[in-house]
């Protein structure tokens, strides 16, 4: 009967604990409908560009693998490689050359080798040439990627859980009666954890250039933009994640949570157009799939701000930085006031 009880009770604390029924509920069936869906290596179409004096005709003559979005019968051999540069498109075909040469942008790794795939069953027809990652290495093309997932996990995993440690000493409640507004509050909690992010930053970009040999071809400023945009996202999530548990174990929950879709919807694994676009759509709505593009573009490609593949990714960094920064302001600002959520929670069986 003791046991009986005992498990009876588990139960009933399982059913009142949402976070924990979520990970066991819905945890499993996200990654089900994710791997099931998202998992896929096989790009379907291929962005490509037509360029040359006889661009009309190879356009005639390419499978419907390739879609191609333009064609530049006054465009040189230049402007094709400044396209691949610039992130317009996967493929060029140039018919300044003869035979015909497919300039294919090998930082955009699943794509470059469907390309090569393709175009190596098409015979000498078109003779193929890789930029920006020649020998189509693996590290090449995860290396930018994984500095946004280092970042992701320090922002919110050390930073929700720093915070939520400080609730549970009760440090937050002695903050709540001193005369410090929010955002100072906020900024100055998180600003140990962007300079020690910023730090990691440096140094996992130098290991992961020297030990896998990853070029860097663009503008440091840029990418240093870039990071730091995506610096100011992650930390906020990992604030509101701080301000909406009372324990550690609730903020390592919800962290992975929103970890989980990221590392597997970002296109650091599995290529975006690969996925369909009832999975796709979630990628965009996370900042470390705008990241990737901006490292990946800066690393490999060296390709400018004024790119739409760079400062789009930018723009809506910002937008994400200033919005989920705001709102995490706005939730510790109630947490900060005396009947907020700084209150330690009353033990089970002892409210009211």
């Not at 790009?43 to 879609?67: D, I, N």
């Not at 393709?118 to 193929?128: K, N, P, S």
């Not at 440690?165 to 955002?183: D, I, W």
């Not at 490292?295 to 809506?316: E, N, Q, Y």
């Amino acid at each position: 009967m003791a046991m009986r009880a005992m498990i009876i009770k588990e139960f009933r604390e399982l059913s009142r604990d949402r976070r924990t029924m979520a990970m066991i509920v819905v945890l499993p069936i996200l990654l089900l409908v994710i791997f099931g869906y998202a998992a896929n290596f096989n790009v379907g179409t291929l962005r490509t560009v037509v360029v040359g004096p006889q661009a009309s005709v190879a356009q005639a003559m390419l499978p419907p693998l390739f879609e191609v979005t333009s064609v530049q019968t006054d465009a040189s051999t230049q402007d094709a490689k400044t396209l691949l540069q610039r992130g317009e498109a996967q493929i060029v075909i140039d018919t300044n050359t003869t035979p015909p040469t497919a300039w294919v942008d090998g930082a955009d790794l699943f794509s470059a080798q469907t390309a090569n795939a393709a175009l190596a069953r098409a015979g000498g027809q078109v003779q193929t040439q890789i930029l920006f990652n020649p020998e189509l290495k693996t590290s090449w093309y995860m290396v930018p990627s994984l500095i946004g997932l280092i970042l992701t996990f320090i922002g919110t995993i050390v930073t929700s859980i720093g915070l939520v440690r400080e609730r549970e000493t009760g440090t937050l409640e002695q903050l709540a009666v001193m005369p410090f507004r929010p955002v100072d509050v906020i900024v100055g909690k998180i600003a140990p954890y962007f300079l020690l992010a910023s730090i990691d930053l440096v140094i996992i970009t130098l290991v992961g250039m020297l030990l896998f040999g990853v070029p860097f071809a663009g503008s440091i400023l840029l990418f240093a933009l870039g990071a730091a945009l995506f610096l100011f996202a992650v930390l906020g999530v990992g604030v509101l994640i701080s301000t909406v548990s009372q324990t550690t174990g609730q903020a390592i929950q919800l962290a992975i949570l929103t970890l989980l879709p990221q590392v597997l919807l970002s296109g650091m694994i599995f290529p975006l157009l690969a996925m369909p676009w009832a999975v796709r759509w979630i990628s965009y709505l996370m900042p470390l799939t705008y990241f990737t593009m901006i490292s990946r573009g800066t690393f490999l490609r060296g390709t400018p701000i004024d790119a739409p593949s760079m400062w789009l990714p930018l723009l809506v960094l910002s937008v994400m930085a200033l919005a989920i920064f705001g709102l995490a302001i706005i939730r510790f600002r109630r947490d900060l006031s005396p009947s907020g959520s700084t209150r330690r929670p009353t033990p089970a069986g002892q409210e009211g």
